[in-house]
Structures are given as structure tokens and as C-alpha cells.
């Protein structure tokens, strides 16, 4: 693995008033490996054979077809026998700003920027064919088994460019103990997608494209997966006050619209909250000697919406997937359309509602620091297709609709630890955090009877319950076995766990599983 770096970092002070900032960075990798990935390769080496030598009558020339489907993970670790891939990455990186700091407002200044990005992906696949071996000592003959066949060379090509502008007005002003920042900012973001791959069987160990076969060949094709282009604007207000450094809240709001969005749908507004109180800053705790240890005693909270749309992929669009399944006409194969589902114009964004509330306390100027806090998330409108079904007449199936919800609530403890030792300067810090998500509402068919609506509804449910049996002790004999009241599989032997009976039918099945860890 290779990796180069470039970055530039220019900063300028045009006129008096006004800054100009160019940042620029390049990076450049490449990976190569071969053709296997590295966790299929260890998943072959925990399958093989304990007693199977890598080479067939251990000699290096031939390599054992082993009992693993031939799934010998020796060649898979080397490029000259198996083939390789060979990923590039090339990544610029680009922005200009200029701030105007106007002169007759104070605390006022304007800003500018433009953003350009691009990301390009250049991505080799070498899948090379080779034989595998089987030794019959009776006649001292090795019987080939061709692996990987026929060699096979992929390039694919993946460019990515992105833009983005912004403006925006800041406001900054202090008056006696009161501190306003104010933020009014528009901006509109750019991205794209495209991508092409060749493709073409191998007769001769050479790895380029030119030199492939005619048949099952593919030039200049794509992944239709991989084009697209979406566009996003928004528009986002801040209000900052703070008084005497003790009572602090911040306002603000986002109104965005994005390009996968119908045009009934297209925008959402996503306020937030936050709230700040340091009562180690009051009179009478300054004035208690008591408190004296305690350097800074906060408490905060906040409340916000943000909004999702990377699942929408204009599904307010009617139209035609092509190419689809296709027909056979006078001997050529002819691909064919198929209809996209009925397209939802008022599918549009999932919200996520997410709150907390924290204690931060810092002792001893920092010989002793903890922060306590607790959070939920809520997230409405996710993604989710209706159980109601159209008759197959229709020829389409029904587009998704904003119907699911869930949520993850927890708490996050941290403790701290800062001093100075001579000219050292250290910190210490341990985390713990604990959340645990649960589904609000599944869109589900209705159960057929109460037992599969109670194993199976997902509604008002915690989403990593794992369901079981339970052990109710061990057969120490057959005796106990043969006397047992409950039926046991025929094959059960002394030393096998005694399962629970749960529903007390006198019989050990599925219908005895139960939630056995929350």
C-alpha cells in the first residue's frame, strides 16, 4: 500500500478589510493485492484439512487440489499464480474564501467560498487461470484441475466531482455582560457520479484489455448503480446569546431541499435548541468556601430535528428500468424494460428528533473531571413499502412510503484527569456509554393467530432481544432421561442439557423458544 500527500494552505490579507484563503490537497494511493480478499483467504484456511499438505506428493511443481472444493488458500496469497486487483485512488481537494469584515458595522463580516472537489477511482481486477493437482501414487500420475477459468481481466473507472458554494453573514458583538452572535448562511452543494468498466476474457498470461478474446467480451459498459447526480440548498439562521458567562442558549434552523425530493416534498425545515447553565459562575457559589474545590459546575441540553434523504433516489419519478430481462428474437438476445414502481410524489424526509441533557464538572483545577449524560434518538419516517399489495394486473409494484419509526436512548459517563508535572503536560480519560435501540413501529402483515403475532411483531420492540432455549439442568443418566415426563429427541445422551418445557405441552420444539437475553 502506497500513499502521497500534498496540501497547501494560502492566507492572505488583500486589503484591510478583506481575506483571501486558498487550500488546496492532492492524495494519491494505490493497494495491491491479489485477486482473493484477505478474508476469504483465512476462511479457507480455517476450512483445510488439518492433515493436507499444500503441494500434491509434497512437491512444489504441483499444487494439492484439496478436499475443500480445491479451495487451497497457498495460491490465493500469491498474485503470479491466482491473479490480483489493483485499486487507485486519486483524491484533489479544493477551496477559496474571501471575508469581508465590514467597516461600518462593527462585529459585522461577510464571507464567501466555493468548493471543489474530485475523486477518481481506477480499479484493475486480474482473475488468472491455474491448475490444482491430485497425486495417484499407484501409477505416479498428477491428474489436473483447472481453477478459475477461462482468465479474466477487469478495469473499471469511477469519477466522483462535487461542489460547493456558500454565503454568509456573521454578526459578533459583546455589550457590557451580554455576548450576541448572530449567523445567516446559504448554501448549495453539487455531486455526481459516473462510471464505465471493460472487460474480456484471457487466452494468453498478458493483462491488458487489447489483448483479451473477442467472446463474452464487454467494452465501455457501466453500473447503473453508480450514476447519479443530486442537489442540495439550503438555508440555515443562528442565534447566539450568553450573559455573564453563566446563562447560555443557542437557536437555529435549517431549511434545506434536495433534488431526490418531489417538488410536493422538496423541503424541510429542521429547528434545534440548546441550553446552557454554569451555576459555578453565581455570586453565592464564588462566595461559599465550601464549594471552593469545584472550578465549574454545568448543566446543558439541547433538542433538534435533522433530515435524511439519501433513501429517496427520486422515487417521485415514473419511468422504466432498461435494461431488464429480455427475449430471444431470431436468435439475438434482445433486452427489454421493465416498469419502475408507481412513483410517491409525497415520499420525502425522515426526521431524526434527538435530545439530551449532560452535567460537566471539572475539581481541583483539573485534578478531578466527570461529565454524566443521557440522550434519546427518534427517528420518524423511515422507509418502507405499504402491506397492501396491487393485483399482478397492474404490472407494477407499489414505491415506498414514509411509515417506520424507531428509537436509541442511553447515557455516557466520563472521567478525567489533567495536571502539570515539572514541564509535562498530561490527561487522562475513561469513557463508558451504554444506548440500546428499539423499533416504535414496523410496517409488518397482519399475524394469523396471537403466537406468531407475539414472536413475530417487531412493533414496541427492542431490536437485539435474542430468542432461545432454556436449560433446565443436565441428564446425569439414562434413567433420568428415560423417565423424563417431557419427550427428548431419541439421540439424547447423558451430559446433554435438560431444556425448559416453556409453554408445557410435554414436548421439546420451536414453540419452546422464548427471549432468553434483552
Known sequence: YNRYNLSSNLNSRIKKNIVLDLNLSAIVDEKNQPFQDAWWVIRNIWRQNPTETVFANDDPNYILHTQNEGANPYPMTYKDISGYKKLQNKLFRSSLSVTYNVPFIAGLRAKGLYSYDYDMSDYTTYRKQYNQYTYNAANETYTPRTLQSPSRLRKDFINTPATLGQFS????????????????????????????????????????????????????????????????????????????????????????????????????????????????????????????????????????????????????????????????????????????????????????????????????????????????????????????????????????????????????????????????NYTVKAIYSYSRGRNLFVQSVKAGNSYLNWLNNRNDRYNDIWWGYSADGVFQSYDEFFNSPVYYNKNTLPGDYKYLDWNEDGVINTLDTHPISY
Open 169 to 424: 453573514l456573521n454578526y459578533d458583538k459583546r455589550l457590557d455582560k451580554h455576548n450576541i452572535q448572530l449567523l445567516a448562511l446559504v448554501e448549495e452543494r453539487m455531486r455526481s457520479r459516473n462510471n464505465f468498466f471493460a472487460q474480456r476474457n484471457l487466452s494468453i498470461p498478458l493483462d491488458q484489455i487489447y489483448a483479451g478474446d473477442n467472446d463474452d467480451q464487454q467494452i465501455a459498459s457501466a453500473n447503473p448503480d453508480l450514476i447519479w447526480k443530486e442537489v442540495r440548498r439550503g438555508y440555515v439562521g443562528r442565534i447566539n446569546y450568553g450573559f455573564d458567562n453563566k446563562y447560555l442558549i443557542e437557536l437555529s434552523g435549517r431549511y434545506d431541499g434536495s433534488s431526490l425530493n418531489s417538488p410536493a416534498k422538496r423541503w424541510g425545515f429542521f429547528p434545534a435548541i440548546l441550553m446552557g447553565y454554569r451555576i459555578s459562575e453565581e455570586k453565592f457559589w464564588k462566595d461559599a468556601p465550601a464549594l471552593d474545590f469545584i472550578n465549574m459546575l454545568k448543566f446543558r441540553g439541547g433538542y433538534g430535528i435533522t433530515g435524511d434523504d439519501d433513501f429517496l433516489q427520486y422515487q417521485y419519478l415514473s419511468g422504466y428500468n432498461y435494461p431488464a430481462v429480455g427475449s430471444v428474437f431470431g436468435g439475438t438476445l434482445v433486452n427489454g424494460a421493465a416498469i419502475m414502481p408507481i412513483p410517491n410524489p409525497y415520499l420525502t424526509w425522515m426526521e431524526s428528533k434527538m435530545a439530551n441533557f449532560a452535567i460537566d464538572l471539572e475539581a481541583w483545577k483539573g485534578l478531578f473531571g466527570a461529565t454524566f449524560e443521557i440522550f434519546r434518538r427518534e427517528r420518524t419516517g423511515l422507509a418502507a413499502k405499504s402491506i397492501y399489495s396491487l393485483p399482478g394486473v397492474i404490472g407494477a409494484d407499489i414505491g415506498q412510503e414514509n411509515l417506520n419509526s424507531d428509537e436509541r436512548k442511553g447515557f455516557e459517563v466520563e472521567l478525567n484527569h489533567r495536571n502539570r508535572v515539572g514541564e509535562f
